[in-house]
């Protein structure tokens, strides 16, 4: 199964008063019945514990056998696990202070894959050298911040991921990696551009440009009129470069973010694009 259905996912809090309803989120857990998968991310300590709670928090042995005692459930009773109702029920019948919110709708292709851009959205600190393998976002690769921007919870019903269109200058079917619907299918690309002079960095440029235009003149049969967004990173000529192929990519309706500019597309995708039907 390689295209998004529906599945849900809940967070995993660790509540030391049920009466007070204070938490900390400590894992995630992901459920798409058509792929048949339930599995939780937890996170490896308790440090977010101790930090949220100090002397009143449980021990840390006692919090990781709580948190060893709610993986082992789940694995034991995995098989009965067949609808939204069953996940609603599991999370209500939650007696320990390992507690589930309750489930919110989420679009899943690789399930693997998902609950681990969950974790690292919804619960991984991003203080953490271990969250993001020792590197800032910033110095993160390019697809990878641009996965993190675009697994927000609210924008993943707007985001579909693979999408496969056919670039009519081409004569050729290309992949997409990201896509959201605002009036126009906006097609999102990630580049890096590693070259050492405009006059370079235009000519790599004028590919995406015509691809894009290509694009934005012939409407797809199933997704409609198209846009182009390239998310780019220029590592040779910094922001001049940047202002060289955003003012190219203009003339050829294509827009161009960059990775200081990824809050822009976050903000436009919130305001702008469109739930999308699974």
Known sequence: MNHPVKGYFSLVQYCPDLARREVANVGVLLFSPEHDFLEARLVSDNHRVTRFFGKHADHAKHVTAMKEAFTERLRVEKAEFATLED???????????IILTPPK????ENPESD????????????????LTEG???????LRKRLNQVLVMPD?????RKSIHVRVPVLKKEVVMPFGFQNGRFNLIQPASFIQGSITKLRDAACRFAV?????????????GELQLIVVADFQRTGRDGAAAVKELFHEYQVKLFTPETLGDLEQE????GKVLSL
């Open 87 to 97: 996940l609603s029920l599991f999370v209500q019948t939650r007696a320990n202070r």
């Open 105 to 108: 709708a989420v679009r899943v």
């Open 115 to 130: 609950l681990e851009a969950l974790f690292a959205t919804l619960v991984a600190d991003s203080s953490s050298a271990n």
């Open 135 to 141: 590197f800032e976002l910033a110095d993160m690769p």
């Open 155 to 159: 924008l993943i019903p707007k985001i």
């Open 211 to 223: 691809e894009g235009d290509s694009l934005y003149q012939n409407p797809d049969p199933n997704l």
């Open 269 to 272: 995708i919130r305001l702008h």
